[in-house]
């Protein structure tokens, strides 16, 4: 695909009419990263938002001795920094490529004025804003009120959902980035899917794991503690 029918494809401007497409493409700025490679740092400038086109990108948070904690990974076709960008002020996290990425980024001054052209952008941008502002809540709501093994299975059953095979899912992401995310150490994990594959709730090999019991999966989704 060329850059137009590239930026076409991103769910985010889905429904915007070729002309709208084409000013797009000449304000977008093509990037490609390594793996590894920092896109911005915690209070830089806000200057701008990005779109996976392929490959990973982890959003973190990073205390003063040293500590991660991942908030959300992004993968191909979502967007990251929107809301920042609208506020005008500066990246409240930091963003790292997980493997070899390349990105969509669209300034912000020329991003608003197709805005003020475009109502059917504008509506875009809020759906996302408004899809991002649950996943925040989640978050919120799985850091501090659900124990480990209730984060686990929530995110489980949030990545079957979005799978085409939804009782065997493909990690997209090392155990350790997925302890992170979750607010966890890799041991502690490890014990958690050891004692859920004992249970029969599912297994695990590698990266993928295959869910048994998803009603078992959902309850502790819900209650946030494993049954002893």
């Known amino acids: 695909m060329d850059l137009t029918e590239h930026i076409a494809a991103i769910p985010l401007f889905e429904g915007l009419p070729d002309p709208q497409i084409e000013e797009l493409t000449d304000i977008v700025v093509d990037q490609t990263f390594k793996r590894g490679q ?17 490959g990973k990108v982890k959003i973190y948070k990073s205390s003063p001795d040293g500590k991660e904690q991942i908030l959300h990974i992004f993968g191909a076709g979502e967007a990251f ?4 960008m609208f506020a005008g002020g500066h ?20 991003f608003v004025d197709l805005i003020k052209q475009e109502p059917m952008l504008a509506m875009n941008m809020l759906g996302a804003l408004s899809r991002r502002l649950r996943m925040l809540a989640a978050l919120v709501d799985n850091l501090s009120l659900k124990e480990v ?6 995110y489980i059953l949030h990545v079957s959902e979005a799978d085409d095979s939804p009782d065997v899912v493909e990690l997209a992401i090392s155990k350790g980035q997925l302890a992170s995310l979750l607010g966890t150490i890799p041991e502690t994990l490890s014990r958690i899917l050891a004692k859920m ?5 599912m297994t695990v090999d590698g990266k993928k794991v295959s869910i048994i019991d998803r009603r078992k999966l959902a309850e502790l989704a819900e209650s946030g503690k494993l049954p002893t």
Not at 99 to 107: A, K, V
Not at 149 to 154: I, K, Q, T, V
């Open 38 to 54: 920092s896109i911005f740092s915690d209070g830089d400038p806000a200057t701008g938002f990005y779109v996976v086109v392929n």
């Open 81 to 84: 920094g929107e809301v920042p």
């Open 91 to 110: 990246f409240p996290a930091n963003a790292d490529t997980l493997e070899q990425t390349r990105l969509f980024f669209f300034p912000r001054a020329g």
């Open 149 to 154: 093994p209730g984060r686990l299975a929530a």
């Open 197 to 201: 594959s004992s249970q029969g709730i």
